[in-house]
């Protein structure tokens, strides 16, 4: 079974071929649902490590943050 390591560079080296998941992953022996599972969630892990990555607040920060603010500086 892969790692999460594994999986990380597998999806890295799918973005940089420019080939769809499909083409991608029968060329390396695996599913393409596999390759956009494993996409979402090394995302969502780096959002979520990001989020927390900051202790001093910022327009991310709290209810206080305005919709408007936390959009423009990449908060979701």
Do not use: D, F, P, S
């Given at each position: 079974m892969a790692t999460r390591v594994e999986w990380a560079e597998r999806v890295e080296r799918?973005?940089?071929s420019g080939l769809s998941a499909e083409k991608f992953a029968r060329r390396e022996g695996y599913k393409p649902e596999q390759l956009y599972w494993w996409r979402w969630k090394l995302r969502a892990g780096r959002a979520r490590s990001?989020?927390?990555a900051g202790s001093g607040g910022g327009a991310c920060a709290g209810p206080s943050a305005t919709?408007?603010?936390a959009r423009a500086s990449g908060c979701r």
């Open positions: 799918w973005e940089r990001l989020r927390g919709a408007t603010r």
